[in-house]
């Protein structure tokens, strides 16, 4: 994907943490710590990072943090084929289980009380899961808006600010590949988008 | 076992053994786990069992792993507690610490933990690199130790760095079948090297010995071919024959066994799962966790000793488990002062093995810092 | 593949690999003697079906995974052998080993 993006002559600056985004003249100037860049629309699709930025735009996108842990299992000759919600065995053959939601900031860490009952919840569920080795464990921060659903929005006092995010990047990427694009770059609300709008959040 | 330890110390190799060694002067409750049989790390690799079991072995590896003898003996007559066949498997920042040995899963907490887990053999990933017959050479090394096996076929070694050639140098003299060794190294490399070669000249021992590793290989006949390209290795149920360019031109040579090298870089994984701040060196191409001069970490509680902090070898590694101790019972409260020495001032009495372990371990991060070529003399 | 250097003063030791009997010494690994017994392959890739052996002989490359006196996923390069270990190459079938 990163290598297709870079073919297609778009430019990606790592390690560049945008500090302020300016609107004027019908512009944007967004300050780094070293550069500044400027462009006609800016799209905010850092997760937990996107809050504070868009209230520079004139947006005011509340978001929270939730962990999710996940188990891998040893590789084992293809079983399951159907993905169950928090169990599934993947292509290379580890089974992966997910099924934990915690309130703890920003600790992105693995606990061995939340691996016990993950451990648990998949032996209930398949009994015979119990013979695999464990491999391995991650644990991430799920990016969660007030209602749980996207949040899609351009900023009205700042045309041309877009605000992009959800927690499910990979379930939602035929859309975020599809119309989301289309709406940035035409400026023409889809049908039935102004439901994403994180206005809704307002009191 | 107790439920918690002042210093728990995951490894028993030259860093784990020499910390254990002198944490166990101080009066502080020391638990060492390891996941290997017996204490030796890698290095000193089953070094109690090849002394009582295989001696002809034992003389064959020669002084550098002889050396290993009088540390796990030390360690062993301290009567330092000592879990082997112990995987850590979590550390949880609370300070417990959770361990499998024997099929079962168990828990204990410490104050301080020291991570002595040491390096690995980098994996060189080449087309082919799964066939049974293709092995580390650091791996034979280690096999030779563990088991006192040795490759019974043909063997080509290929790679760079100076584990390759001693690898080599005990197979010929355990008079294994050598086809040729490949060196992976660029000519242009050695250009490089030159403007270090005065500060290497400092630590001449080591480069003599490369030299008579090398000189050992021409001597048993073993062709060198330099500067080799796309090595890889053939066959269909295991390793049949080892492929590469030289010069331009397509070689091979069919053997059943092919050692590759390239260089040895930390462990990283218990550091990492600790949350532990990592730099990447560029010189040597590993990460290494960033570790003060007495070895602590970014974590609170949480140091590192030997090869896992940076690759220098089993007697630096031993200088580092030294120091790492007095650090953990300064910190402990069980030694009520560290005076620090900053060569060339020489202040302050200690006994003669602490005042060079500070001086080499001083001077060795000066180096680090400066990002020189950083080969040392022995104490 | 592999051959002992020379004969180890210690005692001469049965494992079984797969019921069948195997010549091994005091004092080296499983992986070893099975090696030096003329087992080439220790066990094949769950999904490619390939041949493996070990490659690092030291616990962090899981290529010589074996079931060991019934426990699973045991890293026999690490493990020493003793009498009458009863050794398997790992169950494929999901759910059937011992």
């Not at chain 1, 293809?78 to 703890?104: D, Y």
């Not at chain 2, 910190?331 to 002062?337: D, H, P, R, V, Y």
Request: proline share 5%; glycine share 8%.
């Amino acid at each position: 994907m990163l290598d297709s993006f870079k073919k297609s002559g778009n430019l990606h600056f790592p390690e560049q943490q945008v500090e302020t985004i300016i609107f004027r003249n019908n512009c944007f100037e967004v300050q780094t710590k070293s550069e500044r860049f400027s462009a006609k629309k800016v799209v905010l699709a850092c997760g937990l990072g996107i809050s504070k930025l868009a209230l520079q735009v004139g947006l005011e996108v509340p978001l929270r943090p939730q962990r999710g842990q996940i188990l891998v299992t040893e590789r084992t000759r293809p079983m399951l084929v159907q993905p169950f919600v928090t169990i599934r065995q993947t292509g290379e053959g580890s089974f992966m289980i997910g099924a934990s939601h915690e309130e703890v900031g920003l600790d992105s860490g693995t606990t061995t009380q939340e691996m016990r009952r993950l451990a648990q919840h998949a032996v209930n569920v398949f009994p015979q899961l119990s013979s695999l080795q464990l491999v391995r464990c991650w644990g991430a921060l799920r990016i969660l808006t007030p209602d749980t659903k996207p949040v899609y929005a351009e900023s009205a006092s700042c045309p041309g600010a877009f605000v992009v995010t959800s927690h499910s990047g990979i379930t939602l990427a035929p859309l975020h590949a599809g119309i989301i694009p289309r709406w940035i770059v035409e400026g023409k609300t889809p049908v039935g988008f102004e439901q994403f709008h994180s206005r809704r959040f307002d009191a | 076992m107790k439920e918690i330890y002042d210093l728990l110390i995951i490894g028993a190799g030259p860093a784990g053994l020499a910390a254990a060694i002198e944490a166990a002067k101080h009066k502080i409750s020391v638990l060492v786990l390891d996941e290997q049989s017996e204490a030796g790390g890698q290095i000193y690799r089953s070094i109690r069992t090849t002394q009582s079991l295989r001696p002809e072995t034992y003389a064959l590896l020669g002084p550098d792993y002889q050396h290993g003898e009088n540390l796990e003996k030390t360690f062993r007559e301290a009567g330092i507690e000592f879990l082997a066949g112990a995987s850590v498997w979590q550390v949880e920042p609370d300070r417990a610490l959770h361990f499998l040995r024997n099929g079962k899963s168990q828990k204990v907490s410490y104050r301080r933990l020291l991570a002595a887990t040491g390096a690995l053999e980098r994996p060189v990933a080449i087309p082919g690199w799964t066939l049974p017959g293709v092995m580390g050479a650091a791996a034979a090394d280690v096999l030779l130790k563990s088991s006192g096996a040795v490759p019974s076929g043909k063997v080509v070694l290929a790679g760079s760095g100076p584990l390759l050639w001693l690898a080599a140098s005990r197979l010929v003299s355990a008079e294994v079948k050598i086809l040729a060794v490949l060196e992976t190294t660029k000519y242009a490399y050695y250009l490089q090297a030159l403007p270090y070669l005065p500060q290497a000249l400092r630590a001449a021992e080591y480069l003599l010995k490369g030299l008579r590793l090398k000189r050992q290989i021409r001597r048993a006949g073993i062709p060198v071919f330099s500067g080799i390209r796309q090595l890889r290795a053939e066959g269909a149920q295991k390793l049949e024959a080892v492929h590469f360019d030289h010069r331009g031109q397509s070689k091979n040579f069919e053997a059943e066994t092919l050692l590759i090298h390239e260089g040895i870089v930390p462990n990283t994984q218990l550091t990492r799962q600790l949350g532990c701040e990592h730099r990447w060196y560029e010189r040597q191409r590993y990460w290494h966790p960033l570790l003060d001069e007495w070895g602590n970490s970014s974590v609170d509680g949480v140091a590192v000793a030997g090869d896992g902090g940076i690759v220098a070898g089993a007697l630096i590694a031993e200088a580092s488990g030294h120091l790492s101790a007095l650090e953990a019972a300064f910190q402990l409260g069980a030694i009520q002062k560290i005076i620090e020495i900053r060569p060339p001032k020489l202040t302050v009495k200690l006994s003669g093995i602490i005042k060079r372990c500070v001086l080499f371990w001083n001077s060795y991060f000066r180096q680090i810092r400066k990002s020189s070529f950083h080969l040392r003399r022995t104490l | 593949m592999l051959k002992r250097l020379r004969n180890s003063k210690g005692k001469n030791i049965t494992i079984w690999f797969e019921e069948k009997p195997i010549s091994a010494q005091e004092g080296e690994s499983v992986a070893s003697a099975l090696l030096c017994a003329g087992v080439e392959d220790l066990r094949t890739a769950p999904l490619s079906g390939a041949s493996r052996a070990p490659y690092c002989w030291m616990g962090v490359c899981f290529e010589c995974l074996l079931e060991i006196d019934g426990q699973p996923n045991r890293q026999s390069c690490l493990i020493p052998v003793q009498e009458g270990m009863r050794i398997r190459r790992p169950a494929l079938n999901f759910g059937e080993s011992a």
